[in-house]
Structures are given as structure tokens and as C-alpha cells.
């Protein structure tokens, strides 16, 4: 799980925003486009393998892995790991239950939406090889041969080893399309759902021994209780799963799955953190052994508790996904769009289709007019607004880019997990044409991140990895201290939320720091943490948010410590911060009071859960954001 897996002027804002920019109110094409994927498809006859059946007879339908841009703009399909062509076999495999599983759900969703009948039979064929990965023991074999062979244990080696030996992801997304699956043909072909239902209920089956065995029971990790009943000890893994558990009892799914839905519901609800000024600012965390990481790719939590909350009529699962949505994500955006790793300072700043189909999903699941603005700014990410400055989407051919790097790299090949998730957000987006297509050149001011080694006086320590096993240095390094340090910061005409990222540790003797500028005292901080527990390291990289703000216009920021202190970096956070796309703005306040921005154009104000407070007249509101449309 390795993630390698503004102006203020007299107290407003000022909002600069380009006159050229259309923004037209709806959507007047279709996005969706299945041709890229439909390339990425082939069909196999696989050998006998013991144990392992599907319905029906005839080839299968299976999906390649990866699609290679070559230099004459075409693609090259590809598998996983090193290639022998003396057997035509990769070290993984051409085909992976992860992708045949999701491409499953964008030709269920394809066919829901549109109707098309080959999407249906493209459906069918794909659920029949998932159903051919399962094994017996209700587990899944995640890699295929080119000839259908499975490939149980894969180089290099991935847990569980072998694939179909213990819970995973794969199992987890073959949970959520048997579960939209069950859905669909329940209604279409009932023979061919009662096999679907009975194979997630030996899915589900394997869940409930191998991981709800552990239901109400919590793992201790620096000091927090987090759920030691998630799939894989992720609510990222979890959420794929209850994506399809929603599905399945909503079309009338049995008791033990309602439980099964319910309980892992639960343990993703639990793994909410933070405050509206406190970091990561009401996000769900996707992993239940660290304190410390957030990662994008996998991070279905809130469209999964909307999912859960909508089925079980349980408010306490959409109470989180909110705050997930309007707390976490507008943060996100402002700091520089959606990034794939805060760990916990923004680390990983490439940006791939995976997680920014998430946030897209989480915001219009929750189905408030705020969250409907929010998914205009997440969605021009496809089309422009994006580090690139570059779409990241093409309609004309249906590809999805595989990512930007964090200095606005594209990688021009287009995957199948790429072209996957690019799709369930063109099919999201078709669905709800309401939702504004926002364009132009986009520009932020949010979230900053100071490295501490920059100080004057402390000394600078290199780890032998950057990584902990739980979090990672930011610059590969960290400022020990033992006295003071001073930092020389960028100037900002607004006051700035102070969080030093400190290394807590388990200790009856902490170091602490006392932090000023100017003469006053922004805050002290502890250095200390609980016990360790399950954590891969001791101690917690951790950004904690000082009482007092740094003042406008200041730009020194100094720590006096007492004991040995390990800083990682200092984030500074606008209280007011915002994200500008074209004529549009995205405002978001960590203030603790109202402010009247001054800003052309039509503001809708949106508390902190999302609902419309005020309109016409630009209002940003503690813990809430506005949405300026020029």
C-alpha cells in the first residue's frame, strides 16, 4: 500500500477573472465514448484450471492491461511485467481481475444509461472471465496469460501471494461489479443473475471469515483506534466493495449481505479525521495502518458511504461523506487540484484519472447543489484545467491519459484503469448534463508547503528512506532542533493557518515547540503521540494547526524548542483560499468569521455541509465555500 501506490484589499478578496471564457450552463454533447476500451478488449478460451467455472459456454471476454503510445500516435496493448515471447507470457499477465472487473461496470452503467445492447452482451462477457478468476474459496486469481492461463503467483510477487489465497482489492472490485451486475440482469436475464448473485454471495462469504471475522474489533495506531474490519485494513479496498454491496441489497440482496454492507460501512465512516482548520480536514483516510496518508487512487470512501447511506437509510454514513466532500475536497482543489498523495504534506502531486474520478463520483452521489458546483471544478480537470493546462480527455476517441506528473508532465499512454475511470466520469457526467462545463486557464492559491530544512539554525538529517513504512519526509529529509529556527516565508496579504508537520513520538518526556512571529505567539505544540500499535514505524509525521494565524504581510516564522525536535515541514493554508478556472472561482474559508469578498460575478455561498446560505452577493462563510461565476 506503498503510495508509490488572491488579493485581500481592506478584508475581501479580490477576484481577478478572464473576460473571454464561455461557460455554458449544460452539457449540449455526449462525452462518453467506449471506442478506447472497446480496443483494450479481446476474447480467449482459457485451459482447464481446477476449481475455477463461469456460466455458460464460449470465449470469454477479457481486457488488456495497458495501452502504450507509440511515436505514430497509435497504441500498443500490453500486459503486466516482464514479457517472454518464447511462451507469450508476461510476469504478471496480459489480463487483470482489477480492470475486467471495472470495465464490467462502465458497460453496466454504459447500458443503463444509453441502452445499447452490445454494451450489455460486453457486460456479460466480462462478468463471465471475473466469475472465471474466482476460485472456491470465494477469493479471486488476479492475472491471465495471453491464452487464458491463470497466473496465481506473479512477478513481482503481489499480497496476497497467490492472488486468490486471501482477502484483496481484486476481490473487493469483483464485490462491486457482481453487485452492479445482479442489478442489471436481474432485470434483463434472470438465469444469468441468480449465477451472479451466487457467486458474490461466495464473495461475500469469504469476507465475512476472513475479515469480518474481526467486526467490532480496532487496531491501535499511534494512539488512534482505527477498524481492524476492513478489507486489506483499507477503507480505500472497502469502498470498491460496498460500491456493489449497495447495489446488490438495493435490488433485494440477502441478509447477510444487508450486514455485510452495513459493518464495513461502519469501519469507513470511523476512519474520518480532522476539522474544518485541522488536518486532513474532514477527509476519510484510505488506511487503516496509518495515521498519516492520504492517497487519491482507490479513495471511493464517500461515494461508497453515499451509496451505503442511500440504501441502508443511515444518516450517519452520509453525515461523513459530506464532510468529506465540502470539507476535504474544495481544500484539495484550491492547493493545486487533486493531487494523489498528501503524506501527509502533498507529496505525490501527480494527478491520474483513478482518484480524480473519485472525488467526481463522492460529490454527485451526495446530491447537494454545493457538491454539484464542486463537481464542475473537479470535472475540468478532463478537459484543461489541470497542472498540464492540457485535456486530459479526448471524446473524439474515448482515451484517457494515464497522468500528469507533478510538474505537468502528461504521460500519453492510455491504460485500462486510466480509460476506465475516465469513462464512469464521462457517463456520470452525460448523466447529469446540469452540471456546468467550466473552461479557460485555471490558477491557485491555496495550501503551502514550506520545507523545514530551509530554516536558519537546526540541522538537517537524511533518513536512509524517505518513506516510513506509514508516511514519507517531504524532501527526503527532515530539520532536527534543539534551540530555534527561523524561516523566511513568501508574503501573503491574508492571515495564514500555521501547521508545522512534526514528528510525534510515543514518550513521557516530548519535545515541544513554541512558535512566534514578530513578537507573538502563534501556538505551542507537544510532540508526542499514543502507542505505536499496528503502525510500520514509531512515531507519526503529523501537521498540527497553530492557535493564532500568521498576520498578513509577515514573512518570518521561528520555533523555540525544548528537547530535540523533528520538523518535516510547515504548511500554510490562506484563510481564505481559491481556485480559478477561467470566469469561475472556487472560494474556501478556514476563517472564523463571515467575510463579504469583493469578486465579479454571481456568488452562490455554501456552509460547510454544502447548503446554500446566501446567493448573489459574495459570502464566504467559516468552514464553507462560494462558487463566483462571472
Partial sequence: ???????????????????????????????????????????????????????????????????????????????????????????????????????AVVYLRHWKLFHQATSLQTARDLLRALTFLQSPNGNVVLWMQPDGTLNPSAEPVELPDPSDSGPSYWLARTVWALGEGYDVFRRTDRAFAGFLR???????????????????QYNVVDGRRLP????????????????GLSAYVAAGGSPRARRA????????????????????????LPWGESISDWHAWGAQMSSALAAAAATLDENVFLAAAIGD??????????AGGPDN??????????????????????LLAIDRPGQKHLAAFVAAWYFGANRAGQPMYDAATGRTYDGISGDGVINRNSGAESTIHGQLSMLALDARPDITRLSGASAYDGLQVIEAETATGGAVVVPPSAWTGESQWSNGSYLSVDGTATWTVPPSTQPRLVLPVVNLVDTPTPARTTWTSGGRTLGTLVHRCG???????????????????????????????????????????????????????LLVSVDTRPRVVSASGHAYTYDSSGRLVARGKPLVVPGGFTVVLG
Fill in 1 to 103: 500500500m506503498n503510495p508509490t501506490r488572491r488579493t485581500v484589499l481592506g478584508g475581501a478578496l479580490a477576484v481577478a477573472a478572464a473576460s473571454t471564457v464561455t461557460l455554458p450552463a449544460a452539457a449540449t454533447t455526449r462525452l462518453t465514448n467506449l471506442a478506447h476500451l472497446d480496443f483494450l478488449r479481446a476474447s480467449v478460451s482459457p485451459p482447464a484450471a481446477a476449481g475455477h467455472t463461469t456460466y455458460g459456454s464460449g470465449p470469454l471476454g477479457v481486457l488488456w492491461t495497458y495501452a502504450d503510445h507509440q511515436a505514430d500516435g497509435s497504441y500498443r496493448r500490453i500486459g503486466g511485467g516482464t514479457y517472454d515471447p518464447a511462451t507469450n507470457t508476461y510476469g504478471q499477465g496480459a489480463y487483470n481481475a482489477d480492470d475486467i472487473a471495472r470495465a
Fill in 198 to 216: 451466487d457467486r458474490l454471495e461466495l464473495a461475500i462469504a469469504a469476507l465475512d471469515r476472513q475479515v469480518l471475522i474481526r467486526y467490532g
Fill in 341 to 362: 498523495g498528501w503524506l501527509p504534506v502533498p507529496i505525490d502531486r501527480s494527478q491520474i484519472a483513478y482518484g480524480v474520478d473519485a472525488r467526481l463520483q463522492a
Fill in 228 to 243: 481492524a474490519w476492513l478489507i486489506v485494513n483499507g477503507a480505500d479496498a472497502t469502498s470498491e466493495a460496498v460500491l
Fill in 531 to 585: 502507542p505505536q500499535g499496528i503502525s510500520a514505524a514509531p512515531g507519526a509525521l503529523q501537521p498540527l494547526t497553530l492557535a493564532n494565524p500568521l498576520p498578513a504581510n509577515v514573512t518570518t516564522l521561528s520555533a523555540q524548542s525544548t528537547g530535540t525536535a523533528q520538523l518535516d515541514a510547515v504548511l500554510l493554508l490562506p484563510t481564505i483560499s481559491s481556485f480559478r478556472i477561467g470566469a469561475a472561482t
Fill in 325 to 334: 466532500t465540502a470539507g476535504f475536497t474544495p481544500l484539495l482543489l484550491t
Fill in 261 to 284: 454492507l452495513t459493518r464495513f460501512a461502519e469501519g469507513i465512516a470511523q476512519m474520518q479525521a480532522g476539522s474544518t482548520r485541522e488536518w486532513p480536514f474532514r477527509a476519510l
